[in-house]
């Protein structure tokens, strides 16, 4: 079996916590519920960091004429079951939408401060819902969903020099690190493509000026002309175990 999947629910809420099932196949397990209209996290990845707790909300219909301990849940897992992500789990009290018909609102917690997460779980994750029911027995799903769990990105920039006369060149460096879960600090993530960017003084957007690969330190390092006063900043757009990220940007006064 793996990690157990809930370990306590924050306050507020209606109180649901299980122990983590040993697989959950392709089908139902055991039956007699209905999982429908599941989301999580809006769509998005779930991007966590070397401290803060993460909330990501969810949501899914239950239908069942069964009576239940607690309302359902959905939860994360891996290699049907065998591996479940670890964190904490908030529902509602279960508002009916018709007889035997709950519309569930729940929210994931994941705190990599407390908890000990390991960069290996970084990735697609299945989406699984499960209920257990009064008097024995439940039924668990796997939906067949995959949601990412991704290491949180961060960008440094430097513009120099500050200011510089028009057509001369600017130097342009910075730094991508990541969340290593398991220190609980960041890291260098060499080999990254990351889009050099640049906002002309007065315009509300940015655009693409060229793209720079970083050495194996996860360092940035090119040179552009000096056209215009403007902004400079980087941005990385990320990848499966790893969440996109931008710089903070660096205003060059062009004389």
């Given at each position: 079996m793996g990690k157990q999947v809930w370990r306590a629910v924050v306050a507020g809420g209606a109180?649901?916590?299980?122990?983590?099932?040993?697989?959950?196949?392709?089908?139902?397990?055991?039956?007699?519920?209905?999982?429908?209209?599941?989301?999580?996290?809006?769509?998005?990845?779930?991007?966590?960091?070397?401290?803060?707790?993460?909330?990501?909300?969810?949501?899914?219909?239950?239908?069942?004429?069964?009576?239940?301990k607690a309302p359902g849940l959905v939860f994360l897992h891996r290699d049907k079951g065998r591996e479940q992500l670890w964190h904490s789990i908030e529902t509602n009290d279960c508002p009916t939408a018709g007889p035997g018909v709950c519309d569930i609102d729940e929210t994931m917690y994941f705190n990599p401060s407390v908890w000990e997460m390991r960069n290996?779980?970084?990735?697609?994750?299945?989406?699984?819902?499960?209920?257990?029911?009064?008097?024995?027995?439940?039924?668990?799903?796997?939906?067949?969903?995959?949601?990412?769990?991704?290491?949180?990105?961060?960008?440094?920039?430097?513009?120099?020099?500050?200011?510089?006369?028009?057509?001369?060149?600017?130097?342009?460096?910075?730094?991508?690190?990541?969340?290593n879960w398991e220190t609980r600090k960041y890291a260098s993530y060499g080999g990254r493509h990351v889009s050099l960017q640049f906002k002309p003084s007065g315009s509300a957007s940015y655009s693409t000026v060229k793209k720079v690969y970083a050495d194996g330190s996860g360092n940035l390092r090119t040179t552009v002309k000096?056209?215009?006063?403007?902004?400079?900043?980087?941005?990385?757009?990320?990848?499966t175990t790893t969440g996109a990220s931008k710089s903070s940007g660096d205003n060059v006064v062009v004389k």
């Open positions: 109180a649901a916590v299980f122990t983590a099932v040993a697989a959950v196949p392709a089908g139902a397990a055991e039956g007699g519920a209905a999982f429908s209209r599941i989301q999580v996290n809006g769509g998005k990845p779930i991007v966590i960091g070397t401290t803060k707790q993460v909330a990501a909300p969810a949501s899914f219909r239950m239908t069942t004429t069964k009576k239940w290996s779980e970084a990735g697609a994750w299945r989406v699984g819902a499960e209920v257990r029911f009064k008097g024995g027995g439940g039924d668990v799903d796997d939906k067949g969903m995959a949601v990412y769990v991704q290491r949180n990105s961060r960008l440094t920039v430097n513009a120099s020099p500050e200011p510089v006369a028009k057509d001369r060149t600017i130097t342009v460096t910075g730094k991508v690190t990541r969340a000096a056209a215009r006063t403007g902004t400079w900043r980087w941005v990385y757009y990320g990848n």
